[in-house]
């Protein structure tokens, strides 16, 4: 799927280097633009930020978006939501975790959707907090939505995202302070 993966697998299999080929995923791109639709899901008044993904702690780190919400909050930024569509197994805990860091109210967790594409298409910023990928589909739908993305350096960031696209951070904190200029700047 992506040059990323092709050398990974290289170095791991070294055997079957010669026989990798990599074909980027296709995203039927009007078929895209026609269920986002033209009816924004969000309110006017805030900046609102998106992540398509499966509640999991582990991979998608979902937790520690929910804990990135409580630093933006203690810092005085609270001008903003970040919608989690998706569901998953940490979901309860996480909704639960939102209470108990009392930002419910920043991070909305939306539950599956079978088209999320609104989601993606009015939000302000897309943001992807995992801990790793390989060539997430729902980048490429954030892009063909012409949707900015902020996410980790997963395996083929840099190679599926172009700076006018996006902010590929190298660590969790450049991540964060990344989030934070670009919900000030909106404000």
Not at 50 to 78: F, P, S, W, Y
Not at 145 to 169: D, R
Request: glycine residues 6%; aromatic residues 12%.
């Amino acid at each position: 799927m992506s040059n990323a993966i092709k050398e990974r697998f290289s170095e791991f299999l070294p055997q079957y280097a010669d026989k990798l080929t990599v074909y980027h995923n296709r995203f039927p791109a009007e078929e895209i633009q026609a269920q986002a639709g033209a009816v924004s899901p969000y309110s006017a008044d805030a900046y609102h930020i998106v992540t398509v993904a499966r509640v999991d702690n582990l991979q998608k780190r979902t937790d520690g978006m929910v804990k990135l919400c409580e630093r933006l909050h203690n810092e005085g930024i609270d001008g903003f939501c970040w919608h989690v569509v998706g569901d998953g197994p940490d979901l309860p805990g996480n909704q639960q975790l939102a209470r108990d860091l009392g930002v419910e109210k920043l991070i909305c967790f939306e539950g599956a959707k079978t088209n999320p594409f609104p989601y993606l298409k009015y939000a302000d910023l897309f943001a992807l907090y995992s801990a790793y990928e390989g060539y997430p589909m729902v980048v490429g739908e954030a892009q063909v939505l012409n949707t900015f993305i902020l996410t980790t350096n997963y395996a083929a960031a840099k190679e599926q995202i172009t700076p006018e696209q996006g902010i590929v951070a190298e660590n969790d904190e450049e991540f964060y302070q990344e989030l934070k200029r670009l919900i000030l700047c909106r404000s």
